[in-house]
């Protein structure tokens, strides 16, 4: 049951800071008409996001060791903006109205307030 718990506070933690990147970000796009619809779109997104970071981010941190190295973790950026824009591209292949425009700056920044605001949500709810 703990499980559950940490994994419904996750989505919906990464769920508001989604909401949030579509708020302040310019390019970051949720074209939904309803309330209801905004939220099922923004756990789904939630959701994708989450399978994609799982499943691609261990290969491409093996994989990459020498970049991560080479730029003392930058280029963390640059693939977290890439796994980003990949979402809205998976979300808008599902048919939902989920849009980031290009990789800078919009990938990018929203990557980077994600990620930040889950980190910030993390610590203040208890996912454990």
Known sequence: ??????LLIRVASTAVAFWLATLIIPGI???????????LTLVLVAAIFGVVNAALQPIIKTVGCAFYLLTLGLIALV??????????WIAGQAGLPFHVDGFWPAAVLGALLVGIVTWLLGTVLDRD
Do not use: I, Q, W
Request: no cysteine; hydrophobic share 50%.
């Open 29 to 39: 796009t949720l074209n939904a008409d309803t309330v209801t619809e905004k939220v």
């Open 79 to 88: 693939v977290n903006g890439l796994l980003f824009l990949l979402t809205s």
């Open 1 to 6: 049951m703990e499980f559950l718990k940490g």
